[in-house]
């Protein structure tokens, strides 16, 4: 009779293994840079999965400066702005709920933004030697490359409204198709912008860590007629 009932424990718990499983406390950081800013947030899990808040946590920068990261109530996590700075950073946190946690993660920084550089219709006409571009063709838009990019977003509006958002990934420009835009007869703005980024780390934090980085290039207007 003891046997089958150790049996029957030891099946409940392959069925319901996340129950079954012990769970250690850890650390889950968010790295996000936009231009020149990094904007950290940090959640440290007890084994009981709860966010703590009452722990010691450090921040070390690729330059070996060490700063307090401070809880932060209304995001429920340890959060901090700085200059963001290429390379590696260590985060150490120490509490009773949790021991002493640490995380190293990286950083990549954008040292040029993906300016628009060419914007020509499917007849030769260019954007920028102050032309009007014709809808009804193809319109092909350039943009500068940014070193350790991995994708571009361009983002196409009319009237203060966004008509197209494609992604780009392995190139530096872009066909958008006939009629995206609507022309008139004398001239209708239109607005192309680019946004660089990259990512390292997962969704999912099986790494301990998501790191993204993006720089948006400015808003590149011309005109296009039907």
């Known amino acids: 009779m003891v046997a089958h009932k ?4 030891v099946a409940l718990c392959a069925l319901a293994l996340p129950a079954c499983t012990k769970r250690e406390a850890r650390i889950r950081v ?5 231009g020149p800013t990094l904007n950290l947030s940090a959640v440290l899990e007890g084994a009981d999965g709860q966010s703590l808040s009452g722990a010691l946590v450090k921040l070390t920068d690729p330059g070996g400066a060490v700063g307090l990261v401070s809880f932060d109530a209304r995001k429920n996590a340890y959060a901090l702005t700085a ?26 920084v954008f040292s040029t933004e993906p300016d628009v550089v060419s914007v020509q219709d499917g007849e030769g006409s260019k954007a920028e030697e102050f032309k009007k571009l014709k809808a009804g063709t193809p319109i ?17 509006r009319q009237g203060g409204k966004t008509v197209g958002s494609v992604r780009v990934s392995g190139g530096y420009s872009y066909v958008i198709p ?4 609507q022309g008139s007869a004398v001239g209708a703005a239109v607005t192309v912008q680019v946004t660089a980024s990259a990512q390292s ?3 999912d934090y099986s790494r301990g860590y998501l790191s993204y980085t993006s720089a948006q290039g400015p808003s590149y207007s011309f005109q296009v007629v039907p």
Request: charged fraction near 25%; charge should be negative.
């Open 30 to 34: 968010t790295a996000e840079v936009s």
């Open 140 to 156: 092909r838009v350039e943009w500068r490359p940014v070193e350790g990019a991995e994708r571009y977003l361009l983002e196409l």
């Open 178 to 181: 006939p009629n995206t835009f």
């Open 201 to 203: 780390g997962d969704l």
């Open 6 to 9: 150790t049996l029957t424990l």
């Open 83 to 108: 200059p963001a700075l290429e390379g590696e950073y260590r985060l150490e946190a120490d509490s009773l709920g949790s021991g002493r946690q640490r995380l190293s993660f990286p950083v990549q």
